[in-house]
């Protein structure tokens, strides 16, 4: 499907997606609840949508298995592709609101699918790892602001970027550089008036030009090892990088900050730029070599100290291990937010 969307700056876009509907009858109380998901990485090619690799046409997406465990248990999922994926856009890989608004829109568009037999007023659960982790996230952030109407009572986000500066400095010269470039080129995308191409050499552009081409396993292999000062004219660090400013004053870093999960926070009530009505389930695998463990565990005490109500979870698995060992329990946890069952948290 298509569907409209907002992108990080409140204009209109078109995103894309898919809908799932289990064909047997919904037998639990109400109307059938609604999964609301955000896949992990999987390239900024176009593609590499979600949505391609579920309907065969391309293959190195990961998850779905999450989505049939979802399925099996009785609850249709509306899975995002992100914005980006359609003729003549890129995906801006990493922008919060962008991907908040483009998970919480395929929740409000899906009961609109001629046929799909969902409610506007059913359960929504929010679900995403790795990239879809913030996504999910920033959704449940923006939530009472963006869709006030959606009936959303839980989100469930795992192996969470919560700051983009942390994981920028981990990711750069390592073998997941890869994730790095795609995250500067979702950056310039959706800040078209910050320099970009002029800190490039001919090789920083080759290099973007690739990544713009190529899915999770090509980008990978591709760029492993690379660092920022291969690409940048006056072979730039990340720090540098950060400093430089724009015409409006801004620097690479600040914008950059404007994506930290976690600030602003607060439950119901509060005030808070961000409250959050609802349950939040956080995890992570404990041997993740792509995300640090700082800023996941940073992410997590943001909202614990902000009093939003948070299960924390952890798996002795790396990055995408964690994302299959959680899947059982991501799925019971989101039955018990449809079901209204109370979740104290262990924060």
């Avoid at 992410?299 to 291990?321: E, F, I, K, M, S």
């Avoid at 964690?322 to 329990?329: E, H, I, K, T, Y």
Wanted: net charge negative; hydrophobic share 40%.
């Amino acid at each position: 499907m298509q569907y409209a969307s907002t992108d990080g700056r409140g204009r209109p876009v078109a995103v894309s997606g898919t809908v799932v509907v289990p064909r047997a009858a919904w037998t639990g109380p109400g109307e059938r609840p609604l999964v609301a998901f955000a896949p992990g990485t999987l390239g900024i090619g176009p593609q590499c949508a979600f949505s391609k690799q579920l309907a065969g046409d391309y293959q190195d997406a990961y998850e779905g298995g999450n989505i049939a465990a979802l399925l099996r248990a009785g609850y249709a999922v509306a899975a995002t592709d992100g914005a980006g994926y359609l003729d003549g856009q890129v995906h801006p890989y990493v922008s919060g609101a962008d991907a908040g608004h483009a998970l919480l829109d395929i929740a409000r568009a899906a009961p609109r699918v001629p046929g799909s037999g969902l409610s506007a007023a059913a359960r929504v659960g929010l679900w995403g790892y790795s990239e879809g982790g913030a996504g999910s996230l920033w959704a449940a952030q923006l939530a009472r602001s963006y869709a006030p109407g959606l009936n959303v009572v839980g989100v469930a986000s795992g192996g969470v970027p919560g700051d983009l500066k942390v994981v920028a400095k981990s990711l750069n010269g390592g073998a997941f550089a890869g994730f790095l470039l795609d995250a500067v080129i979702g950056m310039a995308t959706t800040h078209p008036e910050m320099p970009f191409d002029e800190l490039l050499h001919e090789e920083g552009r080759t290099a973007v030009r690739d990544a713009r081409t190529l899915c999770l396993v090509g980008t990978l292999a591709r760029f492993a090892g690379g660092r920022t000062e291969n690409y940048t004219r006056d072979r730039l660090t990340l720090d540098q990088i950060f400093a430089v400013r724009g015409l409006d004053g801004r620097t690479w870093g600040q914008i950059v900050e404007t994506n930290k999960l976690g600030t602003g926070v607060g439950p119901a009530g509060s005030g808070a730029r961000h409250e959050i009505r609802f349950p939040v389930l956080q995890y992570r695998g404990l041997l993740d070599e792509v995300i640090p463990a700082e800023t996941e565990e940073a992410t997590r005490r943001a909202y614990c100290d902000a009093r939003v109500p948070t299960q924390w979870n952890t798996y002795l698995g790396d990055h995408l291990l964690a994302d299959f060992q959680a899947v059982d329990d991501v799925v019971r946890w989101l039955g018990d937010r449809f079901a209204g069952r109370p979740m104290p948290g262990n924060c």
